[in-house]
């Protein structure tokens, strides 16, 4: 499960382009310098996903934030269950021809 670089080991190129290959079980290290400026440690658990055919690794408290960032403009008396609910109430009228 060797690691190869295709830039020098510096973090701000660490975060363009780092080689790792896959180990049994689909297991991959992430190198030392790009994990302590992440701040991840070991026993930390990530959110993986895939995005336009890349993975993503993020920490669930990040996840948490960038939604709370985008819905922070909504103002709190707006209900956004009750405008969900009468929007398909209304589509649901719509399909009944009534």
Known sequence: MGLKYSTPLAISQMSTSVEVCLGRQGRMVIPAPLRRSLGLKEGDRLVVRQDAGRLVLE????????????????PAERGLVDELIAERREESRRESGG
């Open 59 to 74: 920490k669930p408290d990040l996840i948490k934030q960038r939604l709370k960032a985008r819905f922070a403009q909504i």
